[in-house]
């Protein structure tokens, strides 16, 4: 092989290695890095805020449960809520 011909190849080579060296970073960094995740105003026991009457009153929600064979919707046994201040959360 004559000068050229190596350079030629050497710089494929140079050329393919930064290509998969760029798309190895772009995949590794998409998924080392998915973003904060908003926080929401949730209680312990799973409902929202909004399901607490004014943040100091009993939870409105309901909690799905299975007895024999039937499925009722029983009231939250949540008595106030202790989450997070909805006015910190931004």
Same mark, same amino acid.
């Given at each position: ?13 140079? !050329? /393919?290695?930064?290509?998969? =060296? ?10 080392? #890095?998915?973003?904060?995740? +908003? ?14 009457? !004014? /943040?100091?009153?009993?939870? =409105? ?10 499925? #009722?919707?029983?009231?939250? +046994? ?13």
């Amino acid at each position: 092989m004559t000068p050229d011909q190596w350079f030629a190849l050497g710089q494929w080579l140079v !050329g /393919g290695a930064i290509g998969i =060296g760029a798309v190895t970073a772009g995949a590794w960094g998409a998924w080392r #890095f998915r973003g904060a995740q +908003p926080r929401r105003p949730i209680c312990t026991c799973g409902h929202g805020y909004g399901t607490h009457d !004014g /943040g100091h009153g009993p939870c =409105g929600g309901k909690l799905r449960a299975r007895r024999n064979y039937t499925d #009722f919707l029983d009231p939250c +046994p949540c008595r106030s809520y202790d989450g997070p201040d909805p006015l910190l959360i931004r």
